[in-house]
């Protein structure tokens, strides 16, 4: 249906038949510095089908938002009329003995793994931001450390409900029955920020909590040692849950080793990986607070680079160069286990510099090089830098966006190619 600007009655009035809370939006609730025009928050799936057919039918640019605790990843949208808020999207049912839970988009993830807890079991993530929904993980599809052990997020993802942006509901995998043409929907709104769809519930696989967990630390004189020992600690058989690295501006690299299992033999496995790591430190029982966390502050930069596992220390190394050729500095963090990592830039960089580091390791790296959250205020820089760089596939999805949003309504502009 093309989208009709002249419906009447009045939007808000239509938005509100939905049966979601609808209210006039505030400068808080700018995204990516535009003021939409309403904010609303259905009760269920059906309220928020309902919202979507109708903004539809309005034409209005909706972008979704759990906790808003990362609506600055991605491009700003290029426009924004409505605020969908996911936060009364919260039923968890547990299904304890199959390892699986169906959970509302907007479930704090705290709340999730607290419940999840009381039954011995875990949604195999890392360190999350304090309020960050299930949602909007899944929107935003960063996958922590122990992505290296149980796979990246979208893996752990058996069924998704979602809607369209004309408001049909579609459903695929785990507990529920209907699997519309085709598509795997976990896998395509992983990482999508909200442009396919609104999610309204995920289906989870679940692992149980570990008995015991040891992490393995150490500083690396140098890159090639810090390669060798992620080489020789992947290939070792003490299946660690995660191989990290950090390199702070100034400051060694080091490498961290997380192994979880039962109590006995984990002492064995430890000293095994610490063995390889030159003789490393071991810590008993759980990592420390900042085990997974993006380096750098809230307001910086934040550069993703994914390269093969065996370039991940030189990878860190061409951050720093890259940050020093251009006067600033970077802080490098990640999954050397897994080729993932993020480079932090100093929120005080503008775009040009942003735009000239992100060049300078697209050229020196075999990977992928994306700006996945820019400082606030680096797009009124004038010199909005390349966020994606060459997206191998763009046709592709610009050929599903076509398919799942083809009037684009759905943060139009927040993806990569214009999507
Ligand atoms: C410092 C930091 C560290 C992090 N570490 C990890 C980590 O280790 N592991 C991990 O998995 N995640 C990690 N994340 C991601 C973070 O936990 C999630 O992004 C967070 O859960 C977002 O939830 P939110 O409700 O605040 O989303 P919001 O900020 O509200 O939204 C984020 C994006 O998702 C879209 N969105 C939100 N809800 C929906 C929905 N229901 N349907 C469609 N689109 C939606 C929004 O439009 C937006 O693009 C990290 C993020 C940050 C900033």
Redesign the pocket.
Known sequence: MTPDETATPPAAEALGASGAAVRDAAPADAVGGRVPRYVARPPDTAAAADLLAAAHRLGLAT?????????D??APPDRVDLVLE?TA?RTVEHAAGDLVVRAG??T??ADLQAQLAAAGQRLT?????A???????????????RRLLHGP?RDLIIGMT?VRADGVTASSGGRVVKNVAGYDLGKL?TG???TL????SVTFRLHPRPEAQRTVSAAAPDTETARRWTRAVLESGTVPAAVELDRPPDGPLTLSVLVEGAEGGIDARADTVAGLMGGAAVAHGPPGPDW???PGG?EDTLIKISVPIGEAARAADCAHEAARQQHTTAAVSGSAGAGVLFAALPAAAGAATVGAVARSLRAGLDGAVTVA?AAPGLADDGAEPDRWGDVPGLDLMRAVKQRFDPHRLL?PG?FTGGI
């Open positions: 972008v979704m938002r759990g906790n808003g605790t990362a609506g990843w991605g996911t999207l988009a907007g704090p993830l993530l890392d360190p999350l931001v309020g960050g929904t299930v949602g909007g993980a899944v929107a935003t599809g960063l996958s922590g450390p997020l979602s709104h999508a920020l909200g769809g609104l999610t309204t997974g966390a993006l809230p959250r943060a927040r």
